[in-house]
């Protein structure tokens, strides 16, 4: 079975600096995606950037950037310039490539301050 | 619509009673999803489906939980004799295809009394 784990609870960033959330996972698969996802106290889940495993470029949506190490099973987000609209929590996702679900992490708290 | 939209966003039920939670999925999206999110936990998958094929319901808790899509689009999930272990967000999502991307509803909110 397939474990996701957000080693960090909370964190926390000065606006404008930048911070970097840790997600690190356990599959036999070769080939799958990774997903972030924020959560502000809206509820809404929000997809904040998604690496398929078959590709080695990092993906990168604008401020948001990910460390992908597929051999160290390993999947970290970086958010440059951070706002304060950034604080909420975040979810490291994984999904197979065949569909049917994605398999979550417990989420890290981010909180920006200004 | 714009988005995935579920109904309703909040739901206060007495121990014991049957609940019903609907989930309009993106226009278009064949693959749709369910996933309940306990207080302060990640979420924990219950069931997936995708076109006309057989639902995959093995992330369902327990026989007092059940879940149908009418039609390809619109989808009910029902939690019998709800009890208050049953308390938490579930959140629906849907994609265009089993290799896209999921988008969530804002969930529903249910409190078991």
């Known amino acids: 079975a397939q474990t996701v784990t957000q080693s960090q609870p909370e964190m926390s960033v000065q606006e404008a600096e930048t911070v970097t959330l840790s997600c690190t996972y356990d599959?036999?698969?070769?080939?799958?995606?990774l997903f972030w996802y924020k959560q502000p106290p809206s509820r809404q889940m929000i997809l904040v950037i998604r690496?398929?495993?078959?590709?080695?470029q990092n993906a990168t949506e604008n401020r948001f950037s990910v460390n992908f190490q597929k051999a160290a099973k390993s999947f970290s987000l970086k958010i440059s310039d951070s706002q304060l609209g950034d604080t909420a929590m975040y979810f490291c996702?994984?999904?197979?490539?065949?569909?049917?679900?994605?398999?979550f992490g417990e989420g890290t708290q981010l909180t920006v301050n200004p | 619509g714009a988005g995935v939209s579920q109904s309703p966003s909040n739901k206060v039920t007495e121990k014991g009673k049957d609940v019903e939670l609907r989930c309009d999925p993106i226009?278009?999206?064949?693959?749709l999803y369910w996933y309940r999110q306990s207080l302060g936990q990640g979420l924990e998958f219950l069931i997936y489906?995708?076109?006309?094929?057989?639902?995959?319901k093995s992330g369902l808790p327990s026989d007092r939980f059940s879940a149908e899509r009418t039609g390809g689009s619109v989808s009910t999930l029902t939690i019998q004799r709800t009890q208050q272990e049953d308390s938490a967000v579930y959140l629906c999502?849907?994609?265009?295809?089993?290799?896209?991307?999921?988008?969530f509803g804002p969930g529903t909110r249910l409190t078991v009394l």
């Open positions: 996702a994984w999904g197979e490539t065949s569909g049917s679900r994605l398999t």
């Open positions: 599959t036999s698969e070769n080939n799958y995606y």
């Open positions: 690496q398929e495993a078959y590709k080695q």
């Open positions: 226009s278009g999206h064949t693959a």
């Open positions: 489906f995708q076109g006309n094929s057989a639902p995959d």
């Open positions: 999502a849907s994609s265009y295809d089993s290799w896209t991307s999921e988008y």
